[in-house]
């Protein structure tokens, strides 16, 4: 079984993924990105990173035998090495962290790279490190729009990784987020616990965008259930544990 669809990449959609320390999700963002640049030689992808550094991202695509080391279109861009000219690095960590000079460079990337009948795909890992570090939730809620309204206006594509401490109760920024977002994938642990054979499920939920549309949805009930391999993840119905890349 396959996961994700190929047509959920379509442009100006926000795919917000969630996940919990016991089921991080981050084994699904490098598989976006796999799947993504496989579509194409010319597909571009731009990974706005806080939590994992280059060198992990490298060395996951080389497992997946997608080489990111010399392609022209994995662009990585270090959220914390991102200072505006005039800026002093070193004044502290909210001084550190300019989003709208982020927000400047991401738009110049995209411009810069626009293809005729290619998605550019936007990866923000993740959104919910930003909070912890001391930027605002005002700040973070223009940010996440204005990433999400400059992804519409590049046709684009734009995923958002968002981590839940406290669950089910949803915070402030999540809560924005789901306002915003096409899609809410929801990487979950089990209920009983991680086991050899099950690592977690994955649920997907529309966003207010999609109330009319059924495509994708993956219920609670019917959740696709994972089991994480060195190089990918196995995906199987619920209830199962056998599965095929």
């Known amino acids: 079984m396959q996961f994700p669809a190929p047509d959920l990449f379509s442009s100006h959609r926000l795919l917000l993924i969630t996940d919990q320390l016991p089921a991080p999700a981050d084994f699904l963002l490098h598989r976006f990105l796999h799947l993504h640049l496989r ?144 899609y809410h994938i929801e990487v979950r642990p089990l209920a009983s616990g991680r086991s050899g054979a099950v690592s977690g499920e994955i649920c997907v939920h529309l966003g207010p965008s999609m109330k009319d549309a059924n495509e994708h949805v993956i219920s609670r009930t019917s959740a696709l259930q994972y089991r994480l391999t060195e190089s990918s993840a196995v995906f199987f119905d619920k209830g199962t544990s056998t599965g095929v890349l």
């Open 39 to 182: 579509q194409s030689k010319t597909a571009k992808c731009f990974v706005l990173a806080v939590s994992e550094s280059l060198e992990r991202w490298k060395s996951v695509a080389s497992k997946a035998n997608a080489n990111v080391t010399h392609s022209e279109s994995f662009q990585f861009i270090d959220v914390f090495d991102q200072h505006p000219p005039a800026q002093n690095p070193g004044e502290g960590p909210l001084n550190d962290i300019s989003l709208k000079y982020i927000y400047d460079l991401l738009s110049a990337k995209l411009s810069d790279s626009q293809t005729h009948g290619q998605i550019p795909l936007v990866i923000l890992d993740d959104i919910t490190s930003l909070e912890w570090l001391g930027v605002s939730l005002l700040d973070l809620s223009r940010f996440a729009r204005a990433l999400r309204a400059l992804c519409v206006k590049m046709d684009a594509v734009l995923v958002v990784r968002h981590h839940i401490v406290t669950p089910p109760e949803p915070d402030a920024l999540l809560q924005h987020l789901l306002q915003l977002c096409t």
